[in-house]
């Protein structure tokens, strides 16, 4: 039986086990998904006052969070649902189709300049690659959405190809831990000897856990950090300086101790992180 160690809490104590592979959630565990989205949404309802709609950014933004709470964030239409949803006369004399995409150009120009890792994350990811160490992602998500994540937060060269997994495309939504078992089962991996890192307490760490995956929970100021699941993760880390000490410590991991940021801190949801610079995309 391990005690659970709470965010910024850590023993020395080594682990008895040899690790084969780590696993990553994508969403508010690579990057602030919580701080990116709010601030793409408010740059499309701007745009689309800009472009005709007779209603404040502000009163738009408000409609449009109902939107995603009825038809979810992996949802492809929220700016459609939205414009349905208003009364005609406040874009009388406009061409809906000018509104809509006025909005998706200004997600979409958001995206390319906010969507950004977390830098420690970047910096462990990159000492992770040099190692005989397999690097994962299990991600709820849409395929392509998903992976696009991947490929403009710039983590994707660090990851082990065939070892992502992303809920639309296997057909598995998180929390089952079915999603987690297949992952394992394709790479021939025992879980015991897996480590998941994600930040929400029952799609992420439950099934893990149930798995007998080794489980890091992050919590660094995310939208679920207070949220209870119920069972409690193997490890609670703040950063991925936390989680790189307890791989070397705990884990024998030859990694660096430590990594100077090659980039400015920023702002990036949490003041435990430092944002890296964006990757542009084709």
């Known amino acids: 039986m391990?005690?659970?160690?709470g965010a910024g809490a850590r023993t020395t104590r080594r682990e008895d086990v040899s690790l084969d592979a780590i696993f990553f959630d994508v969403d508010d565990t690579l990057f602030s998904t919580s701080e990116f989205a709010e601030k793409a949404r408010y740059a499309?309802?701007?745009?689309m006052h800009h472009a005709g709609l007779k209603l404040e950014p502000q009163v738009l933004m408000d409609e449009l969070r109902e939107v995603v709470s009825e038809f979810s964030?992996?949802?492809?239409?929220?700016?459609d649902q939205l414009l349905r949803r208003l009364p005609k006369r406040h874009y009388k004399g406009v061409n809906p189709a000018i509104i809509l995409a006025a909005a998706v150009i200004a997600y979409h120009d958001t995206k390319m300049r906010e969507l950004v890792p977390y830098a420690d994350a970047v910096r462990l990811l990159r000492d992770l690659a040099q190692l005989d160490l397999v690097r994962g992602i299990i991600s709820n998500g849409l395929t392509v959405k998903q992976a696009e994540k991947l490929l403009r937060l710039g983590v994707y060269p660090?990851?082990?190809p065939t070892a992502i997994y992303i809920?639309?495309?296997i057909g598995?939504?998180?929390?089952?831990?079915?999603?987690y078992r297949r992952a394992c089962s394709d790479l021939n991996l025992k879980p015991s000897r897996c480590v998941y890192v994600g930040?929400?307490?029952?799609?992420?760490?439950?099934?893990?856990?149930?798995?007998?995956m080794i489980t890091v929970r992050l919590r660094s100021g995310g939208r679920h950090d207070g949220a209870p699941g119920q069972t409690a993760a193997r490890h609670e880390?703040?950063?991925y300086e936390e989680l790189r000490a307890i791989l070397i410590e705990q884990y024998g991991l030859p990694l660096p101790p430590t990594a100077a940021a090659s980039t400015p801190a920023q702002g990036a949801g949490a003041a435990a992180h430092s944002a890296a610079a964006p990757v542009p995309v084709d």
């Open 2 to 5: 391990h005690a659970v160690q």
């Open 44 to 47: 499309s309802c701007t745009a």
């Open 73 to 79: 964030s992996n949802y492809d239409h929220h700016f």
């Open 158 to 160: 660090y990851l082990t």
């Open 167 to 169: 809920s639309e495309q």
């Open 172 to 179: 598995i939504n998180k929390p089952n831990v079915k999603l």
């Open 199 to 212: 930040d929400h307490p029952t799609r992420d760490i439950d099934p893990a856990n149930a798995l007998g």
């Open 237 to 239: 880390v703040r950063d």
